[in-house]
């Protein structure tokens, strides 16, 4: 069963970049057909997805956050990297790395990690 576990700083400052790295076990990121995800929700919200990454290093990312975001990969480790620049206090949320799939029904998000909290502050 694929396990999914995010870490990162939990405190990061205005203007600074946020990284954040999602380590995958029991299954691979280059197995055909399975997406990799990063979602967040900042508090008191609804969840927000952030991108997407392709089995086959393909990036997708949500066109309110693309200019500031960019999702990369590490093969030798399976692991996967969010980079968000330019952040502001309302960047703030609890971040999750998720597996995806898709079928006649559009993507199931299958298995996420148990989140992450950061929150941007000087």
């Known amino acids: 069963q694929v396990q999914l576990q995010e870490s990162g700083p939990g405190l990061v400052k205005p203007s600074q970049t946020l990284s954040l790295t999602c380590t995958v076990s029991g299954g691979s990121i280059t197995t055909n057909y399975y997406y990799w995800s990063w979602i967040r929700q900042p508090p008191g919200k609804g969840l927000e997805w952030i991108g997407l990454?392709?089995?086959?290093?393909?990036?997708y990312y949500s066109p309110s956050l693309k200019s500031r975001t960019s999702i990369s990969r590490d093969t030798s480790k399976n692991q996967f990297t969010l980079q968000l620049s330019s952040v502001t206090p309302e960047d703030t949320a609890v971040y999750y790395c998720a597996r995806v799939t898709y079928n006649g029904l559009g993507a199931d998000f299958g298995s996420w990690g148990q989140g992450t909290q950061v929150t941007v502050s000087s």
């Open positions: 990454l392709a089995y086959s290093g393909s990036t």
